[in-house]
């Protein structure tokens, strides 16, 4: 999980960003192609992942059906047809042993990359923006407690530390461990670059004027120096979201993630690795879909961090 690249690049945005602007940023979006692919194939994974059931219903089979007839038991369980078994009937193919379609796992494997991603993105925003904002404004004995554990933080090798936490913790709910653990490690980087934000909007006039007026120090955080802290959260948040999902997917493929029979991109990569060579769709398609969705997202990101960079949004 390598988050520490875009630190420079939002630190970069500097604390002018959050203000109202001429065009909203989906104008702009709409006139850049590469955008607009990465958000229709977004939109169609995200569809995917809220109508994962009805889809599946549609498609005439489920994540965790098995098709026998669909496999060839006298080869080891390799699927029928050429392709992986792609038919009229199982649309990407099959599992290999168990005859398990692809699609379904697909669909429902979005559902749980997405979902992760996400919430791991809302719960690392909360406290990296609560916690550095914090930090900046009050100074002092705050900034060093809050600064020295994020210093703590991130001095692990953050993957290495997940795996040793995911090994050790009981199967229970594992997308919620997933979204609590990656989310103690990540929430640091944002906090970083909120923490210099703040503590150069806390001397700006506005402020000083809100604080001549009687108004106390959290509306001062909150109503005065959050707002105008919008664009560096917002290009944060976008450049995380696909982070996460290659984290989790990592974590899955390692085997410390999402377990089965939960369908997951990574953990369906990870199943794949010894049918790389008799049916390399078992392989190919989960894959596509994963490179395509955080290559999309950081396309994205990237955009919007340049537009809010020329001033242009948000």
Request: proline share 5%.
């Amino acid at each position: 999980m390598s988050t520490s690249p875009t630190l420079l690049e939002v630190e970069e945005l500097g604390a002018t960003t959050g203000g109202p602007q001429a065009r909203p940023i989906l104008a702009r979006l709409a006139r850049d192609k590469a955008a607009l692919l990465c958000l229709a194939f977004l939109l169609v994974v995200v569809l995917m992942a809220a109508f994962a059931p009805l889809i599946t219903k549609l498609s005439g089979w489920g994540p965790y059906e098995f098709d026998s007839s669909a496999i060839d038991s006298a080869l080891g369980g390799v699927p029928h047809g050429a392709l992986g078994g792609v038919s009229d009937e199982h649309w990407f193919g099959v599992e290999p042993q168990n005859g398990r379609d692809l699609f379904a796992r697909i669909v429902y494997g979005a559902r749980v990359s997405i979902t992760i991603a996400i919430s791991a993105t809302v719960l690392t925003g909360v406290l990296g923006v609560v916690l550095g904002m914090l930090a900046g404004f009050y100074r002092g004995w705050v900034d060093q407690l809050i600064s020295r554990l994020m210093d703590f933080l991130m001095a692990f090798p953050a993957l290495i530390f997940m795996i040793a936490i995911l090994s050790s913790l009981p199967a229970g709910n594992r997308p919620v461990l997933l979204v609590v653990v990656i989310s103690a490690f990540g929430w640091p980087y944002l906090a970083r670059v909120i923490r210099g934000q703040t503590m150069t909007l806390a001397n700006r006039e506005f402020v000083e004027a809100a604080r001549a007026s009687g108004a106390k120090n959290l509306a001062l955080v909150f109503r005065e120096i959050l707002p105008n802290l919008r664009g560096s959260i917002i290009v944060m948040s976008t450049l995380a979201v696909p982070g996460y999902i290659g984290t989790e997917a990592g974590l899955s493929f390692l085997g410390v993630g999402v377990t089965p029979p939960t369908a997951s991109w990574g953990q369906m990569i990870s199943s794949s690795v010894s049918w790389y060579s008799v049916d390399p769709m078992f392989f190919a398609i989960p894959g596509a879909f994963l490179f395509l969705t955080v290559l999309s997202l950081t396309v994205l990101g990237d955009k919007i961090r340049s537009l809010i960079d020329a001033g242009e949004a948000v």
